[in-house]
């Protein structure tokens, strides 16, 4: 028993390190995507550093929830590719320890990634997403454009879509503006306009778009006649939000939405409505996404195990594809989900229950001395560029 629980620390501290340099590698990576977007703020809209780091922190739950399955999965292969390479697996084996010896300090590490993941999930993205809203709004009030992108359709405003050819900071001002407004069930409205400036009242939570030098085009649905008026100087009004508090609670993003809220949602809606089967998606993703800590860690164990001669960075590249299979599983199982072919418990369980089984089936390999050949897998990934040299 002392020997098992020396080997269980021995290992448990192994595992740590990579887990640490992964967590703030995947960290960074997923903050870079950000920086030219961050910068853009500060440097043309004056917005200050401190508002600019809160929505960085409001935002992290989002990708946290990905990056500790991750980096749990990537530091458990990590460390027994390290420790087969080193021949430390053979001298546990020789000293009497079976390969479900091994288990305890990867299900802790796993329990851990679960527990934190979960609470990212559950309280972490609803209140980032919440803050991240209100903080957005805030910022939007005194930099009205700042939500919008260059040669981009924008939908963000009901039966409104318009369309911005560049966006110049320093002077608020719009190129380049085409308007689509189809408020009116019997009339199409389009406006094309050389400049534009959109303007916020934040006291009736409305916005105008000031357009100058362009057409008005108006087409009658009904009789499909079509009059153009040209204009210099010309307002249009974006809508105020005179949502009622049930409409403004059903357009909350699913994500914004608490355990709770999801949970009385779902029950008082019905499942053929499309906004419902997006928030029963979004509540079995709170549960089945930790799980997966448990399954891709699993998985890396007997991996890394059974990889005495592999390499590093080919355990690298086999875990970042385990990964990358999963998420393209979870976003299958979302997208049909959504649109009503699968069961949305079905489509957001069914990554870790084939990963799960993957893992036990691994274990069991492994475990009876059975090889699954990964360092004939990895000696084929090598000789990849000479093949594509001939070709």
């Known amino acids: 028993m002392t020997i098992n629980s020396n080997v269980?620390?021995?290992?448990?501290?192994?595992?740590?390190?990579?887990?640490?340099?992964?967590?703030m590698f995947f960290t960074f990576v997923f903050l870079i995507s950000d920086m030219l977007e961050i910068t853009n703020w500060i440097v043309n809209y004056g917005i200050g550093i401190s508002a600019v780091l809160r929505m960085i922190i409001y935002?992290?739950?989002?990708?946290?929830?990905?990056?500790?399955?991750?980096?749990?999965?990537?530091?458990i292969l990590l460390t027994f590719l390290r420790m087969s390479g080193d021949n430390e697996i053979i001298a546990l084996k020789s000293g009497g320890l079976s390969f479900y010896g091994l288990l305890p300090p990867v299900l802790l590490i796993c329990s851990l990634g679960t527990v934190f993941t979960g609470l990212m999930i559950i309280y972490g993205l609803p209140w980032g997403r919440t803050s991240l809203e209100e903080l957005t709004e805030k910022i939007a009030a005194s930099n009205p454009e700042i939500g919008l992108k260059e040669k981009t359709f924008n939908d963000d405003f009901e039966d409104i879509i318009f369309f911005v050819n560049k966006i110049d900071p320093k002077?608020?001002?719009?190129?380049?503006?085409?308007?689509?407004d189809r408020r009116?069930?019997?009339?199409?409205?389009?406006?094309?306009?050389?400049?534009?400036?959109?303007?916020?009242?934040?006291?009736?939570?409305?916005?105008?778009l000031r357009l100058f030098d362009g057409t008005i085009h108006r087409t009658n649905s009904e009789d499909g006649s079509v009059n153009s008026v040209r204009f210099n100087t010309y307002t249009s009004s974006l809508g105020p939000d005179n949502a009622t508090p049930a409409e403004k609670k059903k357009r909350k993003h699913q994500k914004a939405m608490s355990l709770g809220e999801l949970l009385q949602f779902?029950?008082?809606?019905?499942?053929?409505?499309?906004?419902?089967?997006?928030?029963?998606?979004?509540?079995?993703?709170?549960?089945?996404?930790?799980?997966?800590c448990f399954t891709l860690g699993l998985i890396a164990l007997p991996l890394g195990v059974q990889s005495r001669s592999t390499k590093r960075t080919f355990g690298l590249l086999v875990g970042l594809f385990l990964f990358l299979f999963y998420?393209?599983?979870?976003t299958a199982g979302k997208i049909l989900g959504e649109s009503g072919m699968l069961q949305p418990v079905l489509g957001m369980w069914l990554p870790n229950i084939l990963s799960g089984a993957v893992a036990l089936y691994l274990i069991i390999q492994t475990a009876n001395e059975r090889t699954i050949k990964l360092d004939v897998l990895a000696l084929k990934f090598q000789r990849l560029p000479a093949w594509f040299k001939r070709l």
């Open 8 to 23: 269980n620390r021995y290992i448990f501290k192994e595992i740590l390190p990579p887990l640490g340099l992964n967590l």
């Open 184 to 208: 009116r069930p019997d009339m199409l409205v389009t406006v094309v306009a050389k400049r534009g400036r959109l303007l916020n009242d934040p006291e009736k939570n409305m916005h105008h």
């Open 327 to 330: 998420y393209l599983l979870l």
């Open 171 to 180: 002077n608020d001002m719009l190129l380049g503006v085409f308007i689509e």
């Open 266 to 292: 779902t029950q008082a809606s019905s499942a053929q409505d499309e906004f419902c089967r997006k928030a029963l998606l979004e509540l079995h993703r709170k549960f089945s996404l930790p799980v997966s």
């Open 59 to 75: 935002s992290m739950p989002d990708f946290l929830i990905f990056v500790v399955p991750m980096s749990a999965m990537l530091a």
